[in-house]
Structure formats: structure tokens, C-alpha cells
């Protein structure tokens, strides 16, 4: 019988592997963006969780809340006031990767020490990381489907990235997450009483 919280640990661990792809977004590495834009002569401008790159080019410095622009575009103000603060509630990816890698040490604990407690401290950590995966998830639909049109309006090409695929990839596992690891919980533990079940 497989331990009751190895399906949890799996989709936990899987969560935290999309959220860490997510969290090397530009200005890290721009082959992962949220939102693509292009402007004329090739210039290709990728928005990350903290900052943006030019495609083939140089990226802005690492932080929290930026300036949105992109390179070739002057006539679209894409740093308006509310989606300039919308960048801000980007370091909620990292932050879901962090809870997400709290359930998957809490579901090794589990595991490890046969720990029920344990167990029920993934699940609660789990669903922590999907409110709020899920949370930040709704805010990347708003920020950059709003950018892309503005974009689209004024005739450039722009268009979503796989960085929003990611995250709702990190939205479902720590759900299945949450559920498996509350079903394991509930599941038998110890293999016997000699390896001391534990509450
Ligand atoms: C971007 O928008 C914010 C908020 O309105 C403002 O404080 C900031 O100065 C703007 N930056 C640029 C470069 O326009």
C-alpha cells in the first residue's frame, strides 16, 4: 500500500518546480514571460515577475514593482497607475512557491516520521499556496490581457506567455494537492505498531 502522503508530496513538489520556472522569469530568463510584445524592426520586449528583458538585449534590474514599457513603443502608456501597482502583487508567484515547498518538507516529514500531523500541515500549506496561486493567477489575467489589448489596439502584436499556463499548472497541483493530502491524512499511517504511529 503506497504511504497516504506520497500523492500530496507529488503535486506539491511538482507546484513547486512550475512556481520556481514562473519566479526565473524575466529579468532572469527570457524565455519564460507572461506577456510578449513586439514593435517595429524585431524588437521583442518579455515581461517577467520583476522586471522585463528585450529579447536578445539587456533587462531591467531585478525588482519589486516595476515600470511597465516596452522597447520601440512610445505611443501606448502601458504604466498607468493601477497596473503599475498590479506589478507589485507579482512577488505573490514566489510566494506560493514558498508555501508550496512548505507542504512538500511537511509531506516528507510526514513520510519520514509516519506523521499524521504532518500530513495535515501539507495539506494546509497546500491550500494556502493555491488561495493564493489562484489569487495571483486572476491578477496576471487582468494585468496583461489589459497590456496586450491597449497593445493590439495601437496595431502592435503582443500576446500571453507560457508563464500564465505555469501558474495554472502550480493552481491545480497544490489543489489536488490540498484534497490528496487531506484523504491521506485521513488514511492509514504507521506500517505496524512497532514504526509508532504518530498523531
Ligand atoms: C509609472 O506609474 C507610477 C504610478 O502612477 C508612477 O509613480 C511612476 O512615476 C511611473 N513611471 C514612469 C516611468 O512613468
Redesign the pocket.
Known amino acids: 500500500m503506497p504511504n497516504p502522503a506520497a500523492p500530496g508530496l507529488l503535486f506539491a513538489f511538482a507546484a513547486v518546480v512550475l512556481l520556481i520556472f514562473v519566479s526565473v522569469s524575466p529579468p532572469v530568463w527570457d524565455k519564460i514571460s507572461f506577456l510578449k510584445v513586439t514593435a517595429g524592426g524585431g524588437l521583442e520586449t518579455v515581461f517577467g515577475v520583476f522586471g522585463m528583458c528585450v529579447k536578445g538585449g539587456v533587462c531591467t534590474r531585478r525588482r519589486v514593482g516595476y ?3 516596452a522597447a520601440g513603443i512610445t505611443d501606448v502608456n502601458l ?7 498590479l506589478t507589485y502583487a507579482l512577488i505573490l508567484h514566489p510566494i506560493a512557491g514558498a508555501l508550496a515547498l512548505i507542504a512538500f518538507i511537511f509531506g516528507l516529514v510526514g513520510i519520514a516520521a509516519a506523521s499524521r500531523v504532518s500530513t495535515i500541515l501539507m495539506s494546509l500549506f497546500a491550500f494556502l499556496g493555491a488561495i493564493v496561486s489562484l489569487v495571483v493567477f486572476v491578477i496576471d489575467m487582468v494585468l496583461w490581457n489589459v497590456l496586450r489589448n491597449r497593445l493590439r489596439d495601437a496595431d502592435y502584436s503582443a500576446s500571453l506567455g507560457n508563464a500564465n499556463w505555469l501558474t495554472v499548472g502550480a493552481v491545480v497541483a497544490l489543489f489536488l494537492s490540498t484534497c490528496t493530502s487531506m484523504l491521506g491524512a485521513c488514511g492509514r499511517f504507521a506500517t505496524g505498531r512497532a514504526a509508532g504511529e504518530k498523531y
Open positions: 515600470e511597465l514599457s504604466n498607468s497607475t493601477v497596473l503599475h501597482h
